[in-house]
């Protein structure tokens, strides 16, 4: 009798937390359109000349208003994974001057620069509020960002010369997070990425003949905790 009791008991509290989880978070997979606004700096270091001191230059890049998308699927224990494409970019920049005479024109400067870059995140998101069924759902996300830059320079002139650098690298990420579900297949995700580190290898190569071989090339790696890097990110999230 006692044994029967307890089973019975069991099932009324298997029953009861059935009962109690958040339909919200009850879907496979979702489609997410961000804008993801960002601040990061990066310092590298570098010699123009064997013998000439070391130089160090920062880059910084600032983005109001930059679209990205991101696919997101549940796990087994209710939370989910994403992955986003934050960055695909291959374009040409060109820049020519010419002097203006009387009969013709002579380009004296110039070039086209070429950029390639892409940027992806992954993140495993944890998941709070999963027992209560509510509308606002809060979670963290464990995440990590590898990235790759290549900007190559091709002058007009013999005079100048062909340039070219190129950044890989990975950063990592911890994303405190808030969802508000709109309806049953709308809802709002706003959530703050903290940068916990950010590692890269950096090379640069200058075709300047009057350089040595060994100066021609230059190479950089650096790892950096919480680093400058700044961003948020406001989304809305389509159930399929």
């Known amino acids: 009798m006692k044994k029967k009791l307890l089973i019975l008991i069991l099932l009324i509290i298997a029953a009861k937390i059935g009962w109690t989880q958040n339909t919200n978070l009850d879907y496979k997979s979702a489609l997410k359109i961000y804008n993801l606004t960002s601040f990061d700096e990066q310092t590298i270091s570098r010699r123009l000349t064997a013998s000439s001191p070391l130089y160090q230059y920062t880059y910084t890049t600032l983005q109001i208003l930059h679209p990205t998308i991101a696919f ?89 010369f062909h340039t070219s650098d190129f950044n890989i690298g990975m950063r990592a990420f911890i994303t405190p997070r808030i969802s508000y579900f709109l309806t049953s297949k709308l809802f709002l995700d706003l959530n703050i990425p903290l940068c916990i580190f950010d590692s890269f290898y950096y090379t640069g190569k200058d075709d300047n003949p009057a350089l040595s071989l060994l100066e021609r090339t230059t190479n950089t790696y650096k790892f950096s905790l919480f680093s400058k890097v700044f961003s948020g990110r406001i989304g809305i999230g389509i159930k399929l």
């Open 72 to 160: 997101q699927w549940r796990s087994k224990k209710n939370n989910f994974h994403e992955i986003e494409l934050t960055s695909f970019m291959l374009g040409k920049i060109g820049k020519t001057t010419d002097t203006i005479t009387t009969n013709s024109a002579q380009t004296i400067s110039g070039g086209d620069l070429t950029i390639t870059a892409i940027s992806l995140r992954y993140e495993y998101i944890l998941n709070f509020n999963k027992s209560k069924d509510c509308k606002l759902v809060t979670s963290i996300g464990f995440g990590i960002n590898p990235y790759y830059r290549q900007n190559t320079n091709s002058p007009k002139i013999s005079s100048s």
